[in-house]
């Protein structure tokens, strides 16, 4: 079974840090593009960061540019991001999501359930 | 970056009625388009990509059209599970955006 399952989450203070994982079963995760995506309490999907297979290209959200570094190990299977310098508004659930890349992007066609982040003193 | 936006925000809509939702890119995303279906706490689902290939496992009453700037997801006969908050998302270039969200509730 094609599976993702987030860990890390929890609550943080302002201007703390916190390293989510990510753990991929089920298929080879070494030749997929890899994304962060996050929700607000309430609020809508917003896209965080992209790595590639070789970790080769990576993109960041300028909301979170300069305070967070995405980044994988493919021999264990495992995405992660490190995050840096939390502000309240980065409180959200945070999703792994596999990138299925057409041409240039792609789309995401496998997600986890996600981690819960909340930062507050 | 490619702004989405999407109408109408909510939409109340019968058991067996049809459900037409519309996203709009601010610049043409070609057919990079995306819809995803999110029920509460619970992680999106993919639903169309391509702007209408529908993915593993997605029943027939959903469709996708369009392409370029103007896009829409109809659910032909809408069952009780279809009742979600659905998303849009461009993947033209790697600065992924979604749009805000149809949430479809029962009339």
């Known amino acids: 079974e094609v599976q993702l399952v987030e860990s890390g989450g929890g609550l943080v203070k302002p201007g703390g840090s916190l390293r989510l994982s990510c753990a991929a079963s089920g298929f080879t995760f070494s030749s997929y593009s890899m994304n962060w995506v996050r929700q607000a309490p309430g609020k809508g999907l917003e896209w965080v960061s992209s790595i590639s297979s070789s970790s080769s290209y990576i993109y960041y959200a300028d909301s979170v540019k300069g305070r967070f570094t995405i980044s994988r190990d493919n021999a264990k299977n495992s995405l992660y991001l490190q995050m840096n310098s939390l502000r309240a508004e980065d409180t959200a659930v945070y999703y792994c999501?596999?990138?299925?890349?057409?041409?240039?992007?792609?789309?995401?066609?496998?997600w986890g359930k996600g981690t819960t982040v909340t930062v507050s003193s | 970056e490619i702004v989405m936006t999407q109408s109408p925000a909510t939409l109340s809509v019968s058991p067996g009625e049809r459900a037409t939702l519309s996203c709009r890119a601010s610049?043409?995303?070609?057919?990079?388009l995306a819809w995803y279906q999110q029920k509460p706490g619970q992680a999106p689902r993919l639903l169309i990509y391509?702007?209408?290939t529908r993915a593993t496992g997605i029943p027939a009453r959903f469709s996708g059209s369009g392409s370029g700037t103007e896009f829409t997801l109809t659910i032909s006969s809408l069952q009780s599970e279809d009742f979600a908050v659905y998303y849009c998302?461009?993947?033209?270039?790697?600065?992924?955006?979604f749009g805000p969200g149809t949430k479809v509730d029962i009339k």
């Open positions: 391509g702007a209408s």
């Open positions: 999501a596999r990138v299925r890349v057409v041409v240039v992007a792609g789309y995401m066609d496998v």
């Open positions: 998302q461009q993947y033209n270039n790697w600065l992924f955006t």
């Open positions: 610049q043409s995303v070609s057919s990079n």
